[in-house]
């Protein structure tokens, strides 16, 4: 017996000094080749020793990890939301964990009416970028512009943040103010916005009626497809019937997507019945789902405006109408968000919102990653700025805060139209304009005090000279195409 007991003990000692070694050699030839080691390999290595060499039955490696995992969160259940919010948003950018207080302002945000400053995002590349602020939105007020990149919301860098975590950083309570720092095309260094947080109630679909010549012509904006935004098309499809036009533009640009039921429900208007409008292609075949038309649909002649912008639910109603031969469509690339995100409850009064799967087009194309490319690629060119409005500074005068006269009402107009001022356009030199002085002043590389000194006019008046006015193009082709 004493044997025996020396033998293992012996045979016990050589293992452990063999694992030892391993663990030893891999730490050196890791860091010979500056890899981090970290402490998950650690617990990797044990529970894969343990599962292989240990005698009972059951010693299974994943049930070691679960183990492992009770024992830490029973032993700190601060943890919890921490390992459940890094197993769920492992899966790609747009999953996303929310613990209590943050499902309840999640499950807020997928009304019509959220607080915040106003603006759709998306995430491009790991940086939040502004698809379109929200008409008459605090952001559109202070002079957010589709295509900025949100840098910072109250000195939090969201870069490389999920999108549904950087958006909880920028919205928050009514009256409160989130400072957020954007970068823009063509500067830098970013400025930042002061804008105070509101209710803000988004007009999901606009209506307009374009007369050029003989034709007249049905415009329908959708800005996001939130709850309810298909019996909004519905009453604008009502005004073209009113308006004698079957002519149809659908704009669809800067429309990050929402909800896909009325992405179909819009489809379901515009299409004879039976055709396939999209599929969901899940993992597991039997849980794919099929959305067909019914057969309530009008006959419209159809435009769709598509750009980078144009997302998710967007892409399902472009590529229903294009692919059924019901539309053609006008503008650049679209974006490229082909997958589903279902929305579950978890423990803790928690949710997790996760991808289950990808959405088809009616021929059965993946788009994730790629995009649409419309019929006609149209890109919206651009033209010297107007400067017949705008008086050249005298170049006499430092201006102020409390300053006042013609010049700083110049100075107004001229941030203004550059998108860096806050608030009314007057010839006071208020602490709006101090802001926007200091963000301009930063942005060019002078030294940012808010004073509107000789260097800062001359600056400033050249900026607005070479800045370049957007000519809608893609719309001008839509129109010339019917």
């Known amino acids: 017996m ?11 000692l050589v293992f452990a000094l063999s694992f030892s070694f391993t663990a030893v050699f891999a730490e050196e030839s890791n860091a010979e080749q500056s890899v981090e080691y970290k402490y998950s390999d650690f617990i990797k290595n044990i529970a894969k020793n343990i599962s292989l060499f240990g005698r009972y039955d059951g010693l299974i490696e994943n049930n070691l990890y679960l183990t492992a995992l009770d024992a830490l969160i029973e032993s700190n259940p601060e943890l919890y939301d921490l390992a459940v919010k890094a197993m769920v948003e492992s899966v ?5 964990y929310y613990n209590e207080e943050e499902a309840k302002e999640f499950l807020e945000s997928l009304d019509d ?18 698809s379109q602020p929200i008409p008459g ?13 949100i840098v910072t919301a109250n000195g939090v860098n969201l870069n490389g943040m999920p ?7 920028i919205r928050g309570k009514e009256g ?13 260094e970013p400025i930042t916005f002061s804008i105070v947080r509101e209710s803000v109630v988004s007009p999901s679909v606009d209506y307009e009626l374009i007369e050029r010549e003989d034709k007249k012509i049905g415009k329908i904006t959708i800005y996001s497809f939130t709850e309810n935004v298909a019996d909004q098309f519905k009453n604008a499809l009502g005004q073209a019937d009113a308006d004698g036009t079957k002519k149809i533009i659908i704009d669809l640009r800067d429309n990050g997507g929402g909800y896909l039921d009325e992405a179909v429900k819009i489809a379901d208007m515009l299409l004879p019945k039976g055709k ?30 598509i750009n980078g912008y144009s997302a998710s639910a967007s892409e399902v109603l472009t590529a229903a109408l294009m692919e059924n031969k019901a539309a053609i469509s006008v503008g650049t690339n679209s974006f490229g968000k082909g997958t589903v995100q279902a929305v579950y409850d978890v423990p803790k009064n928690g949710i997790m919102k996760f991808t289950v799967a990808y959405y088809l087009t009616p021929l059965g194309n993946n788009i994730h990653g790629k995009g649409i490319s419309p019929d006609a690629v149209v890109e919206n060119s651009a033209v010297p700025m107007d400067m017949s409005e705008f008086e050249y500074f005298a170049l006499t005068s430092t201006y102020k805060l409390g300053d006042s006269g013609a010049e700083v009402e110049n100075a107004k107009k001229m941030l203004s139209k550059i998108g860096l001022l806050v608030g009314e356009v007057n010839d006071i030199y208020d602490e709006n304009l101090k802001m926007a002085v200091k963000n301009f002043q930063a942005a ?17 008046y050249d900026s607005l000279k070479e800045l370049k006015v957007e000519v809608d193009d893609q719309l001008e082709a839509a129109i010339d195409s019917f």
């Open 2 to 12: 004493k044997r025996t007991v020396k033998l293992f003990s012996t045979w016990l």
């Open 92 to 96: 790609d950018e747009n999953s996303v």
């Open 113 to 130: 009416e959220v607080v915040g400053i106003g603006v759709t995002v998306l995430e491009m590349e790991g940086k939040i970028v502004v």
């Open 137 to 149: 939105s605090p952001a559109d007020k202070a002079g957010i512009k589709s295509g900025d990149i």
């Open 163 to 169: 999108l549904e975590s950087a958006v909880e950083y």
């Open 176 to 188: 409160t103010t989130v400072n957020v720092e954007v970068l823009r095309s063509g500067m830098v």
């Open 276 to 305: 396939l409008i999209t599929t969901e292609d899940h993992k597991v075949d039997v849980l794919d789902k099929e959305y067909y038309s019914t057969g309530i649909g009008k006959e419209y002649e159809i435009v769709i405006l």
């Open 444 to 460: 060019k590389g002078l030294y940012p005090y808010g004073v509107l000194d000789i260097t800062t006019q001359m600056s400033l």
